[in-house]
């Protein structure tokens, strides 16, 4: 004997908007980690960080920050990565980038690289690289995007110049 349920009235999505839209966002548990191929390189070489991102619930924007060791600038925006993986130089780093010597890869859904080439004296200083964990909040067609979570981690470079020929 086969028994069947149906419902006469099935709920739509749309009666069950609001019961949707009032659940809490999911908690971030996001951890960051910034590495580097060495902590004091020689002008000209490469300088290579790599973010590692742990614990990630929603999709990920990463941006990278330098500032100088003392502080006594503000932080200058290198490049980030959109959450569809968009790359966008930092207003002073565009020229650079446009060279290619400034390049962000994203290795796995997890590890993003940052890879200065040809290092100058005054690529010394401190380096952020900020994961922002995001999730889509709302119902159609009025979705919408929401931080959930945000961690950075920093790396001091140094930038030994080379000595000139006598």
């Not at 999911?26 to 490469?46: A, I, K, M, R």
């Not at 962000?104 to 010394?124: C, F, K, M, W």
Request: hydrophobic share 30%; charged share 20%.
């Amino acid at each position: 004997m086969f028994c069947h349920s149906f419902y006469l009235n099935p709920p739509s999505l749309n009666s069950l908007s609001p019961l949707l839209s009032s659940l809490p966002p999911p908690e971030s548990n996001v951890t960051v980690s910034l590495s580097s191929n060495s902590s004091e390189v020689q002008e000209g070489d490469v300088v290579q960080l790599t973010c590692s991102i742990h614990s990630t619930t929603g999709p990920l924007s990463v941006a990278w920050q330098w500032s100088e060791k003392q502080g006594s600038t503000s932080p200058q925006d290198l490049v980030s990565v959109d959450r569809d993986g968009t790359v966008r130089p930092g207003p002073g780093y565009r020229e650079r980038s446009s060279y290619g010597e400034i390049r962000v890869e994203r290795v796995r859904e997890d590890i993003y690289t940052l890879s200065l080439y040809n290092a100058l004296p005054g690529d010394e200083g401190l380096y952020r690289c900020t994961a922002t964990e995001w999730v889509e909040a709302g119902t159609e067609p009025e979705q919408s995007w929401e931080i959930i979570g945000e961690k950075s981690a920093t790396k001091t470079i140094t930038v030994k110049t080379v000595g000139e020929c006598v």
